[in-house]
C-alpha cells in the first residue's frame, strides 16, 4: 500500500510552486469541467485517452457511482481535493511508515516503509508538504533526492515525550515535524527507536508512525491521546488526518520555455507567456498577461479583460471617460472639461471662463507656491516623524527594551558593543546584495560587508521575528560583551531598527571547522598537527567561558559548525544563541533541552539539568570528529552504530580503536599520542557527568600531549600496512592500551552528511 503509489503514474507533468488561486476553470469543447465539487481545468481532463486532456498522462478520472462524484488521479485509486495553475492536491492521509516493537525484548515486530519515489516520472513533491512522526523517543531519519542534478539530502526529527501520560501536541509532545526541499524526487522516511541511547529504561510506547502532507492551521493545533501509541490499528482509527493534503508540483513537457517555444508541440496559446518551472527540473507552464483572463492552454488563448465595465478593474473618475484597450485601458476627459480623468491622479474639472481663467490663474499660481511651501516642510516633518516611530516600533520589536534592562544591571554591555545604524549596514552590504551571502541557515542569512573605514565584518540577518528568537538574540549580544578571548568570534555590535534585528561580528574567512574536517578534497590535507592545535584552542575558549568570566558561561551548543577558522587557521567559538549565564554558587540551571542531535549530553536530555559538563560531552563529540574523520550522526549504519559517540565508546571498550580511526591520521600522528587523546575523548563522552573530567583538565591534558611532541623519539614499526612509530612520551609511559586488530586494509569512512536534530 505504501510502495507502489507512483510508480504507476507515467505523467508527463512536473511540479511548480503552489499558486495562491486555483486554476482557471475551463476545459477542453465538448468536455467535463467539473468532477462533482472539483474544478478540473484543461490541460487536465475527464475521461480516458487524449480526448480531454493535453495528454493521457493528464487524465482525471470522475468516479459518479458516489454523490457527490469524486476524481481520482489516473489509475492510481488517489482521490484528488484540488488543482490550481500549478499545482494538485491529494487525498493520502491514509498511507504511512509505521515501525513497532516488541517491548520485552525490542526488536521490530512491524517495519512498514513509507517510499515516494519520482525518478521516472515527472511529478516532485511541493515544499509546502512536511514529513510529519509520532512516537515518544522514535527518530525518523529522512534520505532523499532533489531537483534534476539530482543532489542527495538527508534530514530528519525526533518526536520526544516530556510528559509520557496525557494528551500529546503535533509539533511539540509525542510528535515532531522536518520540511522537505523543493523539487524533491525520492523521499523514503525510516523510523527508529532512540529511547536506549538516552538511558532510559524502557520505551515509553511500542508503536511511531510518519507520513508525508501539507500541514494546515487545523493540523498544527491536532492533538491525540499517546495512549493510541500502544498499536497501529488503535492509532489509524482513532487519528484520522483527513485535512492534510499531499501536494505535487506539476508541469508542461521535459523542456524549458527557451528549448520549446518554436517547437511544434508548444501549449502556450495566444496573449499568454511561458513560465519555466523552479524546481530545479526541465519543464514549463503558461500564464495569461496582464489585462488577459482565460485558460492559457486552450484555443484561442486569453482574451482581453474589459476593465471600463466594471469600476473595480479600473481608476477612471465617475465624470470621466474609460477607453478599454488591449490588454489595459486609458482614461480621459470629456469635451468642456480638462485632466487626465484619474481618480489618483487629476481627475476630470469643467474649462473656466477668460476673466475667471486668469484670475484663477493668479490665484492658483500664488496658493500653488504657499502649497508647494506647506506640503515641503510637512512632508519633511512627516517623514522624520514616520521614520522615528518605525525606528521606535522596531526597538521595541527586537528587543530593544530587554536590551536597556540588561544595560542598566551591566554599563559594560554598552561601553563593547556598537549600536549601528540602518544606512551603515546597507552601505557596507551593497543593500543586502545576495552576492555578499556567506551562509544561509534555519535562523537567517549572514552577509559580508565592508564599512566605510574598510574593515571587513559578518552581519547575521534573521528571518523571522518572534518572542523565543528575539530572546536568544539578545542573550548572544549580553553573553558575547562580556567575553574578550580570541578564540571565541566578536561581536562588534547590533542594530535593532530594522524589520529584523542584525547582529554584526568580525569576519572569519576560512569557513567552519565541519566543512574541513568532512572535506575529501586532496587541495589541502587537514593534518593531524593542525586538528590538534584547534581542539586545544577550542578547549580554552570553553574553559575560559566556564571558569574566567564574571559569571560562568554555558555554550549548550558545541559542534563542529559551530566552531569557525580564520585566515591563519586559528578556531573561533560562535553562535551563543542558547547559551546560559548562571550563578557562581550554582553548579546547575534546569532548562528547556536545547542542542544538537549527536553533540547533545544524554544526561541533560533526560534530567533538563544543564551543568558545564554538558560543554565537556558536546567537545567530546568534536574531539572524536577531529580523530576520525566521521559525523555525529550516520544513517548508513546499523541502529545502535549511527551515533559516532556511542560506536566511538564501543571501539575504546573492545580495544579496537585503529578501526574508526581516520587513516590519514593513522599516517601522521604518533601511537601514544593518539591513545591519549582517544582516551581523554572516552572520559569526556561518559555518560554520567560527574566522571567527566572539566575544560580546565582537558586542557592541561591537551597541553601536555602537544609539549611531548618535542620529546619524542621515533621508532619505526608497520601496524595494519601503515607505518607508525612508535614513540617514547614523558607523558604517557605507563599506558596500558594496546591495538588489536588483524585486518589489512585501509580505513575508511562511509558516513553521510549530519543529521541535525535540534530538540525542544
Not at 514549463?284 to 471600463?308: K, M
Request: proline share 4%.
Amino acid at each position: 500500500m505504501f510502495l507502489h503509489i507512483f510508480c504507476l503514474l507515467s505523467l508527463a507533468v512536473a511540479p511548480q510552486s503552489i499558486a495562491q488561486g486555483t486554476a482557471n476553470s475551463s476545459a477542453k469543447p465538448g468536455c467535463e469541467s467539473r468532477c462533482g465539487n472539483i474544478e478540473v481545468p484543461y490541460p487536465f481532463g475527464i475521461g480516458d485517452g487524449s480526448v480531454c486532456s493535453v495528454n493521457s498522462r493528464f487524465n482525471i478520472q470522475c468516479d459518479t457511482s458516489v454523490n457527490p462524484p469524486k476524481p481520482y488521479l489516473g489509475t492510481t485509486g488517489i482521490e484528488v481535493t484540488r488543482i490550481s495553475e500549478s499545482a494538485i492536491y491529494l487525498k493520502y492521509f491514509d498511507r504511512m511508515a509505521i515501525a513497532c516493537y516488541d517491548m520485552q525484548f525490542y526488536n521490530k515486530t512491524t517495519d512498514l516503509p513509507l517510499e515516494l519515489n519520482f525518478s521516472s516520472v515527472p511529478f516532485t513533491l511541493s515544499d509546502a508538504n512536511q514529513i510529519i512522526s509520532f512516537g515518544c523517543d522514535d527518530l525518523v531519519s529522512v534520505q532523499g533526492v532533489s531537483n534534476s542534478n539530482r543532489s542527495n539530502f538527508i534530514d530528519g526529527c525526533v518526536s520526544s515525550c516530556s510528559q509520557p501520560d496525557g494528551i500529546g501536541q503535533c509539533p511539540g509532545n509525542g510528535c515532531c515535524q522536518t520540511s522537505i526541499p523543493k523539487g524533491t524526487v525520492s523521499l523514503s522516511p525510516n523510523l527508529s527507536d532512540v529511547h536506549s541511547h538516552w538511558r532510559r529504561e524502557s520505551k515509553l510506547f511500542p508503536c511511531s508512525f510518519a507520513f508525508v502532507g501539507m500541514m494546515n492551521t487545523t493540523i498544527r493545533n491536532f492533538t491525540f491521546r499517546l495512549s493510541d501509541l500502544n498499536d497501529s490499528i488503535t492509532f489509524l482509527n482513532n487519528t484520522m488526518l483527513t485535512d492534510m493534503p499531499l501536494v505535487l508540483d506539476w508541469k508542461i513537457g521535459s523542456r524549458n520555455c527557451t528549448e520549446v517555444q518554436n517547437s511544434t508541440d508548444y501549449a502556450c496559446q495566444w496573449n499568454s507567456k511561458c513560465v519555466d518551472s523552479d524546481t530545479g527540473i526541465e519543464g514549463y507552464r503558461c500564464s495569461c498577461w496582464e489585462g488577459y483572463e482565460g485558460n492559457p492552454y486552450l484555443s484561442p488563448g486569453c482574451t482581453d479583460i474589459d476593465e471600463c465595465k466594471n469600476e473595480f478593474y479600473n481608476s477612471c473618475v465617475s465624470n470621466g471617460i474609460c477607453t478599454n484597450t488591449q490588454g489595459s485601458y486609458r482614461c480621459s476627459c470629456p469635451k468642456g472639461y480638462y485632466g487626465d480623468g484619474m481618480k489618483d491622479g487629476r481627475g476630470c474639472f469643467r474649462v473656466p471662463g477668460p476673466k475667471v481663467a486668469v484670475g484663477a490663474g493668479l490665484g492658483s499660481v500664488m496658493g500653488l507656491l504657499l502649497l508647494l511651501s506647506t506640503c515641503f516642510w510637512l512632508h519633511k516633518f512627516q517623514k522624520k516623524r514616520k521614520i522615528k516611530m518605525r525606528n521606535e516600533k522596531f526597538f521595541k520589536r527586537n528587543g530593544g527594551l530587554l536590551l536597556q534592562q540588561q544595560i542598566s544591571t551591566n554599563e559594560h554591555i554598552l561601553e563593547k558593543t556598537k549600536l549601528f545604524t540602518s544606512k551603515e549596514l546597507e552601505k557596507a552590504t551593497d543593500h543586502f546584495n545576495e552576492s555578499r551571502i556567506l551562509g544561509q541557515g534555519g535562523q537567517g542569512t549572514v552577509y559580508k560587508g565592508m564599512l566605510s573605514d574598510g574593515k571587513i565584518i559578518a552581519i547575521k540577518k534573521s528571518i523571522l521575528v518572534d518572542e523565543n528568537q528575539v530572546e536568544q538574540f539578545i542573550n548572544e549580544i549580553v553573553l558575547l560583551s562580556q567575553i574578550n578571548h580570541r578564540n571565541v568570534v566578536k561581536l562588534l555590535g547590533c542594530c535593532l531598527v530594522t524589520e529584523v534585528p542584525l547582529l554584526v561580528y568580525e569576519f572569519i574567512s576560512n569557513g567552519n571547522l565541519f566543512d574541513h574536517i568532512h572535506d575529501d578534497s586532496p587541495d589541502f590535507p587537514f593534518s593531524w598537527n593542525m586538528r590538534l592545535k584547534i581542539a586545544l584552542e577550542v578547549a580554552g575558549a570553553l574553559a575560559h567561558l566556564h571558569y574566567a568570566t564574571s559569571l560562568p558561561i554555558y555554550h549548550r551548543d558545541i559542534k563542529s559548525s559551530n566552531t569557525l577558522l580564520d585566515e591563519k587557521y586559528v578556531a573561533k567559538v560562535s553562535d551563543f544563541g542558547i547559551s546560559r549565564s548562571i550563578a557562581v554558587d550554582q553548579t546547575h540551571v534546569t532548562t528547556i533541552v536545547k542542542g544538537t542531535f549527536g553533540y547533545l549530553d544524554p544526561e541533560y536530555f533526560q534530567s533538563s539539568q544543564l551543568t558545564e559538563k554538558s560543554d565537556v560531552y558536546s567537545f567530546g563529540v568534536v574531539l572524536v570528529e577531529l580523530l576520525t574523520g566521521k559525523r555525529p550522526i550516520s544513517s548508513d549504519r546499523t541502529e545502535k552504530e549511527k551515533c559516532l559517540a556511542t560506536r566511538f565508546r564501543s571501539c575504546m571498550e573492545r580495544n579496537n580503536l585503529e578501526t574508526i580511526l581516520d587513516s590519514q591520521i593513522l599516517k601522521q600522528g604518533g601511537r601514544e599520542e593518539l591513545i591519549a587523546i582517544a582516551k581523554l575523548a572516552q572520559r569526556c563522552l561518559n555518560l554520567k557527568g560527574k566522571n567527566r573530567p572539566t575544560m580546565k583538565e582537558v586542557v592541561l591534558e591537551l597541553e601536555g600531549i602537544r609539549m611531548s611532541q618535542t620529546f619524542l623519539t621515533n621508532i619505526e614499526t608497520t601496524f595494519q600496512g601503515v607505518n607508525l612509530h612508535k614513540e617514547k612520551s614523558m607523558l604517557l609511559s605507563n599506558d596500558d592500551y594496546t591495538w588489536t586488530s588483524t585486518i589489512d586494509s585501509t580505513i575508511s569512512s562511509l558516513d553521510v552528511t549530519p543529521l541535525v536534530v535540534n530538540t525542544i
